[in-house]
């Protein structure tokens, strides 16, 4: 770690307008990087030069100080990062008077050296994950011995199995239409925002970044069952700002083929969300049943099916919407008819009426069969 002059310069600048004392600030070559007298910048500071070579303090006296060329009465303190002396604070003045004010200052800076470090070492982590995510994603397959490196260096155990979280937010997506630089701030802004958000919302042991398009990747571990509860946490968290989104969930998996397998599972949550205009937009793959197979099915085998039974246009909206509640309700009459708000009368009506127009009974396992894929391929079609 450096101590610069960009570095320097502001706490020189603002204890100097507080103090009346004058105060240099050296690199670890001895520099002078930041004074209260610019005119000293860039000189070398022969004090600064003993501590360097010491590692102990030094206070220059009055009388001292005609040994020492290009340094005054005070003192001068090391400035340690990590078990090395980085550089020197040096006031001018009384050692008597000014001893304990470098001490203050030798504190400030070495904290700033040591959140700058911190800052530094979060942003290559968050880069390299982001990195990871990415091609772990990525369409083509897998390259293993690369990933496993970068995961080894993240410290991500690829042994534990984990269920990845995708969620997509309207709000940052990137569009022509948001061409112009405030708001494409907005979104970054936005970004940030739930990133930090995401702290208090899911444990230690996962990690997550933002992907593309206005989602995130989110990897959840498994063994402490935290996936009900925490996309219930980030619903919350949407919708208190306001927020359009899906939320996906994957199954529980582990490895670097399995982490993928479970994210792609919880795009299709999402893509299926869309298909089915689904309420509301959270779902997991398991909760899908055979949907997500039977979307495997090619298109047009789809609309051959619903061709063979003349399904276009045989039944108008609400029967659609009184056969698909039906099924959603395990074929509970009582449930159906509370859900429509209709009288158990009537839902038997339209059930009837429906069988006549399809010539299928809903009471014979078969033809239940044959109409619940015929809704299916329909919304599948979308």
Known sequence: MKITAELALPIASQLMSVMDFNINIMDEQGIIVASGQAGRIGQQHEGALQVLASRTQQIIREEDSHNLPGSKPGVNLPIEFQDNIVGVVGITGDPAEVYKFGTIIKMNVEILLEQIHMNKQLHFRKMALEGFIM?????????????????????IDLSVERIIMVVEIEEMKWSEELSGGDSLQRINDRKEQFSNGLKTLISFHSFYAYIEDGSFFIALPAEEQLHKPVYAKVEQYLKKYGYHYYIGVGQARSGLAGYKASYNEARNCIRLSKRFERE???????EWGIVPYLDTIPQHMQKEFMQQYKWSGQLNEDYKQTLRTFMDCDLDVKETAAILHVHRNTLFYRLDKISQLLQMDYRKFNDLIKIKLLLTFEQLQK
């Open 135 to 155: 091609e772990l994603i990525a369409p083509h397959e897998l390259r293993e011995k690369k990933l496993k490196m970068t995961a080894r260096s993240l410290q």
């Open 280 to 286: 509301p937009r959270a779902s997991s793959i398991e």
